[in-house]
């Protein structure tokens, strides 16, 4: 078995890694495994390392690759078998060789668990009026809102229920998934910051993220997260 702590950089090193599992081709499919352990720490340092580099070409590349795999692992699609061939292949000649069935967090419905269902509309009202009513917040924070432990766990017990048994690992996920799904975004505390290598973790910043509305007479800026469609991957109700 291979286990990583936090996020990967790209597919690509994640393909590597996954060459470790069952090299010698000896194993019974599923005795071994890959399993990684996401974190919202991680996500930030990975954004900061994309951050750092001065060629904004470079700089792009990275945080492309970054968000793309981190969607790959927490928010998937279809198998991961196939989103990993689907990457390498050809595109004009790639075959879709079907799911692996029950080999993957996805094709087993495990994926649905990474936060357990949660209320939609309380992590709205939770978003909007109590963590960011001032506008942004500190990235290195913004777990311990949601945990709220302060206020013994009242906002967390308010997303998810009181009687669900809600672990760090879900709350990580979930924030990873606002992240890849564009709801909340990363910034920097000053622009002029980019391509330096002295940012560090408390230079960044969340906030919501907006997007433009375009309706038969006009257009208008509203919040990512009241667009439907941004929530259509998540285990989530109402």
């Known amino acids: 078995k291979c286990f990583r702590y936090g ?3 790209s597919v690509v090193m994640m393909s590597q890694e996954l060459g470790r599992v069952n090299r010698l081709h000896l194993a019974i499919p599923g005795a071994h495994g890959y399993y990684v352990y996401a974190n919202v720490s991680s996500f930030i340092a990975l954004w900061i390392r994309a ?4 060629l904004e ?5 990275h945080e492309k690759q970054l968000m793309s795999n981190t969607i790959r692992l927490v928010l998937p699609t279809e198998c991961y078998h196939t989103s990993i061939e689907r990457e390498f292949e050809n595109p004009s000649t790639f075959v879709d060789r079907g799911a692996c ?3 993957c967090s996805f094709c087993t419905d495990g994926s649905k668990e990474f936060t357990k269902e949660f209320s939609k509309t309380k992590l709205k009202a939770a978003l909007m009026s109590n963590i960011f009513d001032r506008g942004s917040v500190p990235a290195k924070k913004f777990v311990g809102f949601i945990t709220d432990k302060p206020n013994q766990n009242k906002l967390r017990k308010q997303i998810w229920g009181d009687k669900v048994t809600v672990t760090a690992g879900n709350i990580h996920a979930l924030v990873l998934q ?3 799904s564009g709801i909340i975004e990363l910034f920097l505390q000053h622009d002029d910051m980019v391509g330096k290598d002295n940012i560090e973790a408390k230079h960044v910043m969340i906030r919501l993220a907006k997007r433009t509305v375009d309706d038969s007479n006009t257009s208008f800026e509203d919040f990512k997260l009241n667009d439907d469609g941004a ?4 285990n989530c109700r109402d």
Do not use: A, D, E, T
Not at 51 to 54: D, G, L, N, W
């Open 178 to 180: 606002l992240f890849v």
């Open 101 to 103: 069935g029950n080999l």
């Open 57 to 61: 070409l470079v700089r792009r590349r």
């Open 7 to 9: 996020l990967i950089p």
């Open 231 to 234: 929530w259509s991957l998540f």
């Open 51 to 54: 951050k750092r580099q001065p």
